[in-house]
């Protein structure tokens, strides 16, 4: 593939895994300020456009994925493998040399309680963990899957109303907290934050789109690249905890694509300072983990498709944990089957993901899941409406809490996947019925200045990411940090228990739907107030 192949130039490193190349970038600690643009005045970007439909096919032409016989995507080359305890590095190396014939033990990297046994790229990579997870020594076996961040970008607006917010009543929350999460870590794992004012040095490689049209090599580039003004503005740098990224190994997480920052922002826009949009819990703390590449870091060299994978999530879900974040927001998903209770070995399963909830619920943590937003698509062998495979492992463990969208009439919205996991509601937008005015809007890189990948050859640019304004997306990833600002009100307030957060919220949220829990709403609409009066505050 293109992008492997011309990383080359010198500088050229591996990462911890021995997998992935990682880029070549300089981060000098010095930039300007953000350009607010406020509205942005900007193309559609729905469902279904002509621009949505271009960024997934360059999506794919870029990813260097496998395609498994379920149509699910996983990474080549390597397998993740969890040996039980006390086997000898002797059996290990018995049990991976019956299961392929390549296979090695790569060193094992931090924040993981697992190993990568890497494999020839020819091999594949279902048939080894198949194998391997038959093997005694070993507790399970599994393949890499891509997961993406679960969004779907559209118009983007000044934000004028945010109907999402009264909806699960925050002014009375406010009310009765009005630290909002001050002395509360959420780590967000995704595509990182805009945090901080930086000018990127890198080399932009030459690379082909879906249709083989060559975009050209750009050379070496300083970008300008702003936190956003609204998230971490003058001021509020210490607000940003132990910053994490995992998909280029070190500890600045960029965001270059827009859904972290936007998803930090419904957890925790700067409020009531006159500008701009308002957050849920405001004044909590944000950990960056970055586990999802963006196109441009497909494109700057550091990932090899877009999104994520299981091992990279299941480590940043332990580093979150470990650094002392109190609340997780995933807004994050793949799809798979409906049994991973019962038939973990399924290759399209994430054990190594369940691994590592269970062990941050164990460390204190509440974690919040991207319901799913497969509702109209059909994944086969799985069909349409498929099971999202990270809020499915959420609905069995007590601490994790897996969250569909609803639409701006709390209504489902027609995206937000549904089944026996939902468990609570929350605002993710919809502008089927609604147009623009239905979305969720917070402060994000406007995209016009930061996608050059979708313009024409002749057009493409370097990107900018230090210019600013209201964007709207919708989607379970929206829905989710609703939920993980509620939680980091409720840990505040002194429930440290993530087992008596999910009660809580589950207990007071409003019912909608068919009466009492449904596959639709799950337990209902959060309610930020109820919440916290369910401790006995009365306001
Ligand atoms: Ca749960
Ligand atoms: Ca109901």
């Known amino acids: 593939m293109v992008i492997a192949t011309c990383l080359v130039a010198a500088g050229l490193v591996l990462d911890v895994s021995g997998q992935t190349a990682v880029g070549v970038r300089r981060i000098v600690e010095a930039g300007l300020s ?7 005045a900007g193309e559609s970007h729905t ?14 032409a870029l990813s260097q994925d496998r395609v498994g016989r379920s149509g699910i995507r996983y990474a080549s080359g390597r397998v993740i493998v969890k040996f039980r305890d ?12 019956s299961a392929s014939p390549s296979g090695a033990l790569a060193p094992r990297a931090p924040h993981a309680d697992f190993d990568i046994v890497t494999i020839d790229p020819v091999e594949d990579p279902e048939e080894v963990a198949r194998a391997l997870g038959q093997e005694p020594a070993v507790e399970y076996a599994q393949v890499v899957h891509r997961i993406h961040a679960l969004f779907v970008p559209n118009d983007p607006l000044y934000a004028s109303a945010q109907w999402n917010l009264p909806m699960i009543n925050l002014e009375k929350a406010w009310d009765i907290q009005p630290q909002a999460g001050s002395s509360i870590t959420v780590a967000v794992l995704d595509t990182g934050i805009a945090y901080k004012n930086i000018t990127l040095d890198v080399t932009l490689k030459s690379f082909r789109d879906d249709e083989g049209v060559l975009y050209p090599a750009l050379g070496p580039q300083s970008i300008p690249y702003s936190a956003a003004p609204q998230l971490v503005g003058s001021g509020h740098s210490s607000r940003i905890v132990a910053p994490h990224d995992f998909i280029w190994n070190d500890d600045s997480p960029l965001d270059f694509d827009g859904h972290g920052t936007h998803v930090s922002g419904t957890i925790g826009q700067l409020t009531n300072d006159g500008v701009g949009t308002a957050g849920v819990a405001f004044n909590v703390k944000l950990m960056p983990v970055k586990v999802l590449a963006s196109m441009w870091d497909v494109i700057f ?3 090899r498709s877009e999104g994520g994978s299981d091992d990279q999530i299941a480590r940043g879900i332990r580093y979150a944990a470990d650094n002392g974040a109190k609340i997780l927001n995933m807004s994050l998903g793949g799809s798979g089957p409906p049994n991973c209770a019962t038939a973990p070995n399924n290759p399209d399963c994430s054990p190594v993901i369940e691994a590592a909830l269970r062990y941050a619920v164990g460390k204190g943590c509440f974690v919040v899941v991207a319901g799913g937003n497969e509702f109209e698509d059909t994944v086969p062998p ?22 569909a969208a609803v639409d701006p009439a709390k209504g489902h919205a027609y995206y ?11 605002p993710g937008g919809s502008q089927r ?8 809007r917070q402060q994000t890189f406007d995209f016009d200045r930061t996608d050059t990948f ?32 509620v939680a980091a009100m409720l840990m505040q307030q002194g429930v440290t228990d993530p087992a008596a957060i999910e009660d809580l919220l589950e207990r007071t949220a409003v019912d909608l739907g068919a009466p009492g829990r449904d596959d639709t709403f799950g337990f209902g609409l959060v309610d930020a107030r109820a919440a916290l009066r369910g401790l006995g505050l009365a306001k």
């Open 34 to 40: 953000a350009v607010e643009a406020g509205v942005i």
């Open 47 to 60: 469902p279904g456009s002509r621009e949505a439909l271009k960024r997934a096919r360059l999506a794919d």
């Open 86 to 97: 006390q086997i000898a590095g002797g059996s290990q190396l018995e049990a991976i040399r």
């Open 301 to 303: 060299g550091a990932a």
């Open 382 to 403: 799985y069909g349409k409406n498929p099971t999202s495979v990270i809020a499915e492992i959420a609905s069995r463990i007590k601490g994790v809490v897996s969250v």
């Open 416 to 426: 937000s996947s549904t089944g026996s996991y939902i468990e609570i509601a929350a």
């Open 433 to 440: 019925g609604f147009s623009s005015s239905g979305l969720v």
């Open 454 to 485: 979708l313009l024409p050859p002749s057009q493409y640019h370097p990107p900018r990411f230090d210019i600013f304004g209201y964007v709207g997306y919708i989607g379970t990833s929206m829905a989710t940090p609703h939920v993980a600002g």
